[in-house]
């Protein structure tokens, strides 16, 4: 039997009620929904997983522009901008997948093609059974919004500028196309001396000194054809012309900026006026040194003249002198000689000695001019060198061989322990020279029974000799002032009273012609051992 199907039934009867009042209930829900819907601010749209709009609230149609019946039915794609709907398939791909998007943020189109910026919020839709047939979009209007944030950010944009152009130190103006100040700093105002807001507005050739402003247009139409950012007048000294006509000094930097479809120009002026200033006053002291170094200069070259002047006439003076003196000299010395040698008659004892003194001192005072000579020649540069290819070794025994009879009278013995056979490309006369003035001075300056001799090496860079002596040595710090000119050391001065001071100092310029060097090793009372180096390599001439 169908209990179910009987109305009598009391039971049954409260039931079948119940179910009644269950369908009002959801009615009025549903009744209630709607016009929760339809009262909406927001746009509540569904459509199905194809994206075909089935229901529109007065939201929707209040925001878009759409009515219910133009929409209902139609792809929801009439809704996206151009360009925006590639994001559709990614939001409906996650709708089917169960998931809600939230607070998504993009551009839709209104009715009549303007754009309109909304806040999506999808969510998926399903059936009884719980399977997903289409998605319910909440969009709200968020355009306004959006204008007020952008306006803030623009004006909080604004204001950091405003800032940092009146930090700046330097002038800054805007200028437009016709040549008017569109914008402008405070120092800008200062600097030419204006009030606040005085120059907007104006224009820009009210700043340019007046015997300029008729070019000043033109630079600026030739600006606009090559608008760069670069500075102005670049090699002209630029001025500015302050509100009261007075000038100064500028340096001025333009950059283009597009404004509103045209070019403006701004301009960051700098006031040069201080630096102007130092640099006059460097230019006057540059100018003032400049001058006296001239007069200096001048001063110097007559003096050198008068120092040339001298050198000439004391050359003139030692050559007619050496002339003068050597004459009588070489007289005095050929006479003595012969004199002693007795071809004329007998001489006696004590007039052997006295012809002897003369003889002694001729040579001496012959050997003092000579040298008085060379150094003065040395010294002017006239110095010349004669060289030729010699052996060197035999140069060394011809000079050991004149100083023989001198060491043998001290009981010194002489020695040659050279090593290398070295043909030397140098003026012989000149190294023979060398080499007496350090032997005689080794002899001379070593006690009785003592030791002088001569060594030499080479390689293919130089040779190398040295003049050695057991004699009575050099102090440390004498070392360098022996080369020096008529230096003697006072304590050798009592061993030895001969010598003029000039021997080491000429022997010194003459190794340095030949490019060599010469120095000293030496420890009182042990010895003293002269080192010399010539140069081999390049010194010979070109075969
Ligand atoms: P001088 O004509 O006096 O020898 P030099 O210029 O040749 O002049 O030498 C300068 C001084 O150097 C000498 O007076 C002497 O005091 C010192 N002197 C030079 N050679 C030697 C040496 N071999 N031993 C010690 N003293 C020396």
Known sequence: MDTQSNPSDPGRLQQASSAETDRGELARTRQLLALIVESSNDAIISEDLNGTITSWNRGAERIFGFTESEVIGKPVSILYMPGKSEEMPAILERIRAGERVEHYETLRRHKN????????????????????????????????????????????????????????????LEVNAEGKITVLNEA????????????????????????????????????????????????????GQRKDGSLFPVEISLSPNWSEGSLHVIASVRDITERKLVEDRIRVLREQYTAELTAK????????????????????FLASMSHELRTPLHTIIGFSELLTEQLEGPLNEKQHRFIGHILQDARHLLNLINEVLDISKIESGRLELKREIFDFGHCVEEVLAGLRPQAASKNIMLENKSSSQTTLYADRMRVKEILYNLLSNAVKFTPEGGTVWVESTHDVESLRVSVCDTGIGI????????????????????????GTGLGLSITKHLVELHGGTICIESQLGQGSRFMLTFPLRNSHPVE
């Open 188 to 239: 800008a105002e200062r600097m030419f001396g204006y009030g606040p807001g005085e120059l907007v507005g104006g224009s820009i050739e009210a700043l340019v000194p007046a015997a300029m402003r008729g070019g000043h247009s033109q630079h600026r139409a030739s600006y606009a054809g090559h608008p760069k950012t670069r500075p102005m007048g670049t090699g002209l000294e630029l001025q």
């Open 113 to 172: 093609g303007h754009s309109i910026s909304v806040s999506l919020t999808v969510s998926p839709i399903r059936d009884e059974d719980g399977n997903i047939i289409g998605a319910s979009k909440i969009s709200r209007d968020i355009t306004e919004i959006k204008r007020l944030v952008e306006r803030a950010q623009f004006s909080i944009a604004e204001t950091q500028f405003r800032k940092l152009l009146e930090a700046a130190p330097d002038g800054i």
């Open 475 to 498: 102090a440390k710090e004498e070392q360098l002032a022996i080369f020096d000119k008529f230096y003697q050391i006072r304590d050798s001065r009592k061993v030895v009273r001969e």
């Open 297 to 316: 200069n001048e001063q110097l070259e007559a003096r050198n003249l008068e120092i040339e002047q001298a050198n000439r006439l004391k050359d003139e």
